[in-house]
């Protein structure tokens, strides 16, 4: 599905871009795709779409907002910055929130599946953390759209290999596939691809990338309602203590500002 997704929309998107004159691709820009794209989309929404066999949709979108706090970490690593003790305080309550919330989806699930299922989705948020950073200091087309269709086809070649290499191909039943499964794919293709991952990128190279990891906050509150009203996922006092000291300590690391180091 998820290969589906980024390959038909990365397709569209360079057919579309190559017709209205943009110069094709160099080999480095093909390079840095297959760089963002691995990490972005095969390592990071492969992780996400792969770890909600076993976690709710609602925790998953938790454990998915704390890319700001990675961006933070990333970010003041590059710039050899120095954090300051704030920055280290609301890294260390975030990433006890995720402690508190993989506890509570352990119990939840009853199996070593779901810890699993969440380290590598954490793993997944740290690769979509660096993929972001990555593209801002890249080198990349002059037209961001080309851009970004290259680095969604790679990914989603990326994900079709990693499909067949798990044997998930055997398993496909198109006769199965509903209207209203079928019409989720075509939204994400639209909205979740075309639309919604080409401005991220965009605004990757605008501002810090923690600002715009901000996105994240809202992702959590939807998620769970819905996973509430629609898919009978029972939040517990656990996992809401959990949501709120995640979500606390990502809107404080992103107001707070590294100190350069001093050499």
């Given at each position: 599905?998820?290969?589906?997704?980024?390959?038909?929309?990365?397709?569209?998107?360079?057919?579309?871009?190559?017709?209205?004159?943009?110069?094709?691709?160099?080999?480095?820009?093909?390079?840095?795709?297959?760089?963002?794209?691995g990490?972005?989309?095969?390592?990071?929404?492969?992780?996400?779409?792969?770890?909600?066999?076993?976690?709710?949709?609602g925790?998953t979108?938790?454990?998915?907002a704390?890319?700001?706090?990675?961006?933070?970490?990333?970010?003041?690593?590059?710039?050899?910055?120095?954090?300051?003790?704030?920055?280290?305080?609301?890294l260390?309550?975030?990433?006890?929130?995720?402690?508190?919330?993989?506890?509570?989806?352990?119990?939840?699930?009853?199996?070593?599946?779901?810890?699993?299922?969440?380290?590598?989705?954490?793993?997944?948020?740290?690769?979509?953390?660096l993929?972001?950073?990555?593209?801002?200091?890249?080198?990349?087309?002059?037209?961001?759209f080309?851009a970004?269709?290259?680095?969604?086809?790679v990914?989603?070649?990326l994900?079709?290999?990693?499909?067949?290499?798990?044997?998930?191909?055997?398993?496909v039943?198109?006769?199965?596939?509903?209207?209203?499964?079928?019409a989720?794919?075509?939204?994400?293709?639209?909205?979740?691809?075309?639309?919604?991952?080409?401005?991220?990128?965009?605004?990757?190279k605008?501002?810090?990338?923690?600002?715009?990891?901000?996105?994240?906050?809202i992702?959590?509150?939807?998620?769970?309602?819905?996973?509430?009203?629609?898919?009978?996922?029972q939040?517990?006092?656990?996992?809401?203590?959990?949501?709120?000291?995640?979500?606390?300590?990502?809107?404080?690391?992103?107001?707070?500002k590294?100190?350069?180091?001093?050499?």
């Open positions: 599905m998820a290969g589906i997704r980024w390959t038909i929309a990365g397709l569209l998107l360079y057919a579309a871009i190559r017709f209205r004159g943009a110069p094709a691709p160099s080999r480095t820009h093909w390079y840095t795709a297959f760089v963002i794209g990490l972005m989309l095969l390592i990071a929404h492969g992780a996400v779409v792969w770890a909600e066999q076993w976690i709710p949709s925790l979108s938790i454990l998915v704390t890319v700001p706090l990675w961006l933070v970490f990333v970010e003041s690593a590059y710039k050899r910055a120095k954090p300051n003790a704030k920055v280290i305080a609301t260390v309550s975030g990433f006890v929130g995720v402690i508190l919330l993989v506890g509570d989806l352990s119990s939840q699930v009853g199996s070593t599946m779901g810890l699993i299922a969440a380290l590598g989705l954490l793993f997944g948020t740290l690769a979509w953390s993929g972001s950073f990555y593209s801002r200091v890249a080198e990349l087309p002059k037209s961001h080309l970004v269709a290259q680095q969604m086809i990914g989603g070649i994900l079709f290999l990693a499909s067949f290499a798990t044997g998930e191909w055997m398993n039943k198109l006769n199965l596939v509903s209207m209203h499964s079928f989720a794919l075509l939204y994400l293709i639209v909205f979740g691809s075309l639309i919604g991952f080409t401005c991220y990128i965009w605004l990757l605008q501002i810090a990338p923690s600002r715009v990891a901000t996105y994240a906050y992702n959590p509150v939807v998620a769970l309602l819905l996973g509430w009203t629609l898919a009978n996922e939040p517990t006092l656990r996992s809401i203590a959990a949501t709120v000291i995640i979500l606390t300590s990502v809107a404080v690391a992103t107001l707070i590294s100190e350069p180091k001093r050499t």
